[in-house]
């Protein structure tokens, strides 16, 4: 079946990059999402990125699809304290139904 | 505008006790989700509702049950709770477009 991988933590100075790793295994997902949850909170949409681009550039983050390996990255510019949060990548279900495919999640920790 | 709400926010229960956990959403989406997450797993899908009247097992359904009242609200029900449905649950809604909205999370205990 479908699965997704991240690694379960970061830890980056405020005003360095982050780069948050993600591998997938459903070639056919239409989708695959960033999403963000704060401490005690839901998820949040972050970014996304149709699977025939390759790159998608908004404000700080940069989203990186390489279709050849299944790899999607997550660069944060100028990483700040409140970007510490556990970044959840996710696929669409090939099916078309809505359902998405989450990683474990990665733990980001910012320093000051 | 309130997007998903759940309620309620906590709960602790006792092994084999039951309780319904409620979700809305006033987006007038079709689709809606019932998530659990648990640490180090990301979320798992329960059970989910393409549209009012259809309901569709997930990827973890074993000891829960749903129902899809109408187009706003998706529940999610423990018949007999177990120490292993200790989690946060979470619902979820989707329309037209791809962005799923997220509900705030209950999180339930089960002793």
């Known amino acids: 079946g479908e699965d997704v991988e991240q690694s379960l933590f970061l830890s980056v100075r405020e005003g360095d990059s982050s780069v948050i790793n993600c591998t997938y295994t459903?070639?056919?997902?239409?989708?695959l999402y960033w999403y963000k949850q704060e401490p005690g909170a839901g998820l949040q949409l972050l970014t996304y990125i149709f699977s025939n681009m390759d790159m998608k550039q908004d404000q700080r983050l940069t989203v990186l699809l390489n279709k050849k390996d299944k790899h999607l990255s997550l660069r944060i510019a100028d990483t700040q304290t409140g970007d510490s949060a556990i970044y959840f990548c996710?696929?669409?279900?090939?099916?078309?139904?809505?359902?998405?495919?989450f990683g474990q999640g990665t733990t980001l920790q910012v320093k000051p | 505008n309130a997007g998903v709400t759940q309620t309620p926010k906590f709960q602790v229960l006792k092994t084999g006790q039951s309780m319904t956990l409620q979700c809305a959403q006033d987006m007038n989406h079709n689709s809606m989700y019932w998530y659990r997450q648990d640490p180090g797993m990301g979320l798992r899908l329960i059970y989910y509702s393409a549209s009012e009247g259809t309901t569709d097992k997930g990827e973890v359904p074993n000891g829960y049950n749903v129902s899809r009242l109408n187009k706003r609200e998706f529940s999610l029900r423990l018949e007999s709770a177990a120490p292993s449905q200790t989690s946060v649950y979470f619902c979820?809604?989707?329309?037209?477009?791809?962005?799923?909205?997220f509900g705030p999370g209950t999180r339930l205990t089960v002793t």
């Open positions: 996710a696929e669409s279900e090939a099916s078309n139904t809505g359902k998405l495919i």
């Open positions: 979820a809604s989707i329309g037209q477009a791809i962005e799923q909205y």
């Open positions: 459903d070639s056919s997902s239409t989708y």
